[in-house]
């Protein structure tokens, strides 16, 4: 839950407010407006910088307070760097960096002074627009539960910053770049507030609550209730639900941007168990509680759908959920059940902690015969082994087409939410055979990251399709420029962008 952040864009010569920040290229390489900080100081800017060995490198602050004649009573300097080097994603960190820097002198406003000297291939307004991006990511809390215990207490209500102006050359280009990267931003903090939400609160019915809430920027929204998804015969999605009190839900979600409204959608797909205890074969109690993570993929849906609706995307796009509690109980799925998917295959359930697969089979099932789509991506918490091929850096991207790979990769670069492409082969195809159903749910002790990609495809037809195996990136993130949450939101920033760049401009 984010106290929200006014961004307000200014002109450069606008007055400042009492704290602000000014950006210094490599080398103290001041802008127009800084040069006029410094000589309206005379010289204390440049000064400070020296006595600081202050030299613009990257993310490297000095403080300079209540410098005389400079109408402001604290100016923190923040190094870029070389400029001209600075890729997209590079400026986003940036404004994360002096949302970090502003945030700690505990401030109710602060000012950007977004004038850098050479942003090389970044347009001026594009930079300041970039920056309000990461600073809306990196002004994100999840305080929600924490109540006030005392008067004093810090930790429960401190001065947070209310309201940026970022300073610039052309504020009205500035702010009309930044209407698409506010309504990415949205989508971000409602996928991290969705994951960082506990698992007591967010079941599968207050989940599809939350759905329901896209209406507002006109995605259209279905939910299929138990009895729905019984008579749709989505057994294995319905074998994961039955151990838990809470009934299953599966969420559709549709945004018609396209200018031609039967063109066909990108589905994208979403494992949303809200809590896996892993069922019958039980997890460990340690660490169990990250469990309530285990709806990351789902939640990265959600917030997509936010954004393309915000943002009026030029896309058809459906998004689809099943939310579940994995849960043991009398009512439980047992280890060698044998159940019927949607497709009409069977599946033979040899570990009910490999549960996420039997969700997303039918979901992705159902939107192949459904929508038709051109393409299929999948988002899914899916597997420990994922983290220990690829720890918290990248997520596993399993694809069965190269165009495709190489238009996530591409968006992957230029968001940052790292992808790793790894193998789908028939030979993690056989590790899932099983002598008494047409499949089973998981493989043997090896490359299990790999054969729960490969059960998925088994449930994939003739259609272009990606499986982001999201465990290490949707939670526990580490913390960084623009993400102090244990929520990431991941993926949110890497499909609008796969979106905008790949599916948009060819539909126009
Ligand atoms: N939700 C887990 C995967 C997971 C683990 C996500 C850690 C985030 C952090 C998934 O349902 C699971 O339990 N997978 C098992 C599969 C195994 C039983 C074949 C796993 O990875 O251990
Ligand atoms: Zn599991
Ligand atoms: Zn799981």
Redesign the pocket.
């Known amino acids: 839950m984010t106290n929200s952040l006014e961004i307000v864009f200014s002109p450069l010569s606008a007055d400042l407010e009492a704290t602000s920040l000014l950006l210094a290229g490599e080398d103290m390489a001041l802008g127009g407006r800084g040069k006029e900080l410094d000589h309206r100081s005379g010289g204390a800017v440049a000064k400070a910088a020296e006595a600081a060995q202050f030299k613009g490198k990257r993310k490297s602050t000095v403080e300079l307070l209540a410098t005389p004649r400079i109408g402001v009573s604290r100016l923190v300097l923040l190094g870029t760097g070389k400029g001209a080097e600075l890729k997209e994603n590079d400026w986003t960190l940036l404004g994360g960096s002096a949302v970090g820097a502003i945030s700690a002198r505990k401030t109710k406003s602060a000012s950007i002074i977004a004038e850098a000297v050479d942003t090389g291939s970044t347009r001026p307004e594009a930079v300041a627009a970039l920056i309000g991006f990461g600073a809306l990511l990196r002004h994100y809390e999840f305080r929600k539960y924490l109540t006030k215990q005392k008067p004093d207490d810090e930790t429960a209500e401190p001065d947070t910053l209310q309201k940026l102006v970022i300073h610039c050359e052309n504020p009205d280009k500035a702010r009309a770049a930044f209407a698409r990267h506010q309504a990415v931003a949205h989508g971000v903090v409602i996928a991290r507030d969705l994951v960082n939400e506990p698992a007591n609160a967010l079941g599968p019915i207050e989940f599809a609550d939350r759905v329901r809430e896209l209406e507002k920027v006109g995605v259209e929204v279905e939910i299929f209730d138990a009895a729905e998804i019984e008579k749709l015969k989505m057994g294995a999605l319905l074998a994961v639900a039955q151990g838990s009190v809470r009934p299953a839900r599966v969420a559709v979600m549709q945004w018609h941007g396209a200018k031609s409204k039967r063109a066909k959608p990108l589905a994208i797909v979403g494992?949303g168990?809200v809590f896996?205890t892993?069922g019958i074969?039980i997890?460990p109690a340690a660490?169990m509680e990250?469990?309530k993570?285990?709806m990351?993929g789902a939640a990265c849906v959600v917030g997509l759908m936010h954004a393309l609706g915000e943002r009026k995307a030029n896309a058809n796009v459906v998004g689809i959920i099943g939310l579940v509690e994995?849960m043991p109980s009398g009512s439980a799925t047992r280890p060698g059940d044998i159940v019927k998917a949607y497709s009409g295959q069977t599946v033979e359930i040899l570990?009910?902690?490999?549960?996420?697969?039997l969700v997303l089979a039918d979901l992705i099932s159902y939107v192949q015969e459904r929508f038709k789509p051109r393409l299929i991506i999948d988002l899914?918490?899916?597997?420990?082994?994922?983290?220990v091929a690829l720890g918290k850096e990248y997520a596993g991207l399993f694809v069965n087409d190269d165009k495709l790979a190489h238009d996530l990769l591409e968006a992957s670069s230029t968001t940052g939410e790292k992808v790793w492409r790894m193998p789908l082969d028939k030979a993690y195809d056989k590790m899932i055979e099983s002598k008494n159903a047409d499949i089973k749910?998981?493989?043997g002790r090896w490359a299990?990251?790999c054969?729960?990609a490969a059960f998925l495809k088994y449930f994939v037809k003739d259609t272009p399709w990606a499986h982001i195996d999201l465990?290490?990136t949707?939670?526990?993130a580490p913390k960084s420029e623009i993400n102090p949450s244990w929520g990431s939101g991941w993926g949110v920033r890497l499909l609008d962008r796969f979106i905008a760049d790949k599916h948009e401009r060819a539909e126009k």
């Open positions: 494992k168990v896996d892993g074969s997890k660490g990250d469990m993570g285990d990351g994995n570990n009910t902690d490999a549960e996420g697969r899914a918490t899916l597997t420990g082994a994922i983290m749910n998981i493989g299990g990251a054969t729960a465990a290490g949707a939670m526990d």
